[in-house]
């Protein structure tokens, strides 16, 4: 079966740091693109950080430019998302993706979603 499945998210203080995870099963994370989206209560959800598995595209929201940082662990087949700086406006449940990057949608054309990680900021 071809899952993701997240973890690492919970609550923090603006200012701090989260790192979070995504582990896959049943499909190789290097063989496709990869990406993190979020989706804050109201709103639509967005593409935060993705990269290219192939070449050296990459794409990052602009309000986490500088504080999140996307990178994967081959061996283990997981994707991580490194936080820093939190701001309460990071606030959102956030979501990995494998897929094809494509910057006219979003960051990434998601052929797998995971389940989804809450992120709490407060101030």
């Known amino acids: 079966e071809v899952q993701l499945q997240a973890s690492g998210g919970g609550s923090v203080q603006a200012g701090g740091s989260l790192r979070i995870s995504c582990v896959a099963s049943?499909?190789?994370?290097?063989?496709?693109?990869i990406g993190w989206f979020r989706q804050a209560p109201g709103k639509e959800r967005e593409g935060v950080s993705c990269t290219s598995s192939s070449d050296d595209r990459s794409y990052d929201l602009d309000s986490v430019k500088g504080r999140f940082t996307i990178s994967s662990d081959n061996a283990k087949n997981t994707v991580y998302l490194q936080m820093n700086s939190l701001r309460p406006e990071d606030t959102a449940v956030y979501y990995c993706?494998?897929?094809?990057?494509?910057?006219?949608?979003?960051?990434?054309?998601?052929?797998?979603w995971g389940q989804g990680t809450q992120v709490t900021v407060s101030s």
């Open positions: 049943g499909f190789r994370f290097d063989n496709y693109d």
């Open positions: 993706a494998a897929g094809i990057f494509d910057l006219d949608y979003d960051c990434l054309v998601p052929d797998v």
